[in-house]
């Protein structure tokens, strides 16, 4: 007797393998999320490559290579992420009011994103605005398209929040991040900080860009003149599961 497993793919893993959800017929009902990704190695080994850096998600969660995953689960294999889609979400601004980590795949109003951190103690609110350059490396992008694993993406938004309120007692934190085309010039994420003193605010404001960068599941694709290419982990070999320390760089 065989069981199917379902694995949903994102960004260029899903191109490389032509196919948006894998549909597996294993007898196994579980196996460690290593052994999957080994599997996956053995069925498409001109793709092994890729396969090796990539993280397993079950519902929605990071899972070590040594984690038993069953076949029952939410399972996803997440590329690298980009540092910065689903089907898009039918929100409303009346939805999105007060929420204050979301993905979206509207134009990004930070003075929106800057209210929902307004706090009557506190002294210091500022944002960070992400926008996309046209030219990076001698190379002309023409415009950027997300993608996001949009319900375990804005979970993990909310954990940087989390991460943040115990570094920085106090401290508030929104995060909004488009998917879609974004083209040149517009905003393509708002990370708003408010605090009591404006030096927590810019730590704050700093650790949160470097951990989204780390763990967040979205992913870019730069449409240049002359190509297409999707952007991985800036920031060195791709660990979502590691911690930052407060100055922004990893722990080991």
Same mark, same amino acid.
């Given at each position: 007797?065989?069981?199917?497993? /379902?694995?949903?793919?994102?960004?260029?893993?899903?191109?490389?393998?032509?196919?948006?959800?894998?549909?597996? @017929?294993?007898?196994?009902? @579980?196996?460690?999320?290593?052994?999957?990704?080994?599997?996956?190695?053995?069925?498409?080994?001109?793709?092994?490559?890729?396969?090796?850096?990539?993280?397993?998600?079950?519902?929605?969660?990071?899972?070590?290579?040594?984690?038993?995953?069953?076949?029952?689960?939410?399972?996803?294999?997440?590329?690298?992420?980009?540092?910065?889609?689903?089907?898009?979400?039918?929100?409303?601004?009346?939805?999105?009011?007060?929420?204050?980590?979301?993905?979206?795949?509207?134009?990004?109003?930070?003075?929106?994103?800057?209210?929902?951190? *307004?706090?009557?103690?506190?002294?210091?609110?500022?944002?960070?605005?992400?926008? $996309?350059?046209?030219?990076?490396?001698?190379?002309?992008?023409? $415009?950027?398209? *997300?993608?996001?694993?949009?319900?375990?993406?804005?979970?993990?938004?909310?954990?940087?929040?989390?991460?943040?309120?115990?570094?920085?007692?106090?401290?508030?934190?929104?995060? /909004?991040?488009?998917?879609? $085309?974004?083209?040149?010039?517009?905003?393509?994420?708002?990370?708003?900080?408010?605090?009591?003193?404006?030096? @927590?605010? *810019?730590?704050?404001?700093?650790?949160?860009?470097?951990?989204?960068?780390?763990?967040?599941?979205?992913?870019?694709?730069?449409? *240049?003149?002359?190509?297409?290419?999707?952007?991985?982990?800036?920031?060195?070999?791709?660990?979502?599961?590691?911690?930052?320390?407060?100055?922004?760089? @990893?722990?080991?």
């Amino acid at each position: 007797m065989t069981n199917t497993w /379902t694995i949903s793919l994102f960004a260029g893993l899903a191109e490389r393998l032509n196919t948006r959800t894998l549909f597996l @017929e294993w007898e196994q009902t @579980e196996l460690k999320a290593g052994q999957v990704k080994q599997r996956l190695a053995n069925l498409f080994p001109e793709h092994a490559d890729l396969l090796s850096v990539c993280f397993m998600a079950q519902n929605q969660v990071y899972a070590h290579d040594e984690a038993i995953v069953k076949f029952s689960d939410e399972l996803a294999l997440l590329p690298p992420v980009s540092g910065g889609t689903d089907e898009a979400q039918d929100d409303t601004k009346e939805l999105h009011e007060g929420k204050r980590y979301m993905i979206s795949d509207d134009p990004i109003d930070v003075n929106s994103v800057l209210s929902r951190v *307004y706090h009557p103690d506190h002294g210091a609110a500022i944002a960070f605005v992400g926008t $996309t350059r046209e030219w990076t490396a001698g190379k002309r992008t023409v $415009t950027l398209e *997300y993608e996001a694993y949009v319900p375990m993406a804005e979970s993990a938004l909310a954990q940087i929040g989390e991460e943040i309120s115990a570094r920085w007692p106090g401290t508030l934190c929104a995060i /909004t991040h488009r998917i879609g $085309t974004v083209g040149i010039g517009e905003i393509s994420v708002v990370i708003a900080i408010s605090s009591s003193h404006r030096s @927590e605010a *810019y730590e704050a404001s700093r650790y949160a860009i470097e951990r989204l960068k780390q763990t967040v599941p979205i992913w870019k694709k730069e449409i *240049y003149e002359d190509g297409t290419e999707w952007k991985g982990h800036q920031l060195g070999p791709w660990d979502p599961i590691a911690s930052l320390d407060g100055s922004g760089g @990893e722990k080991r």
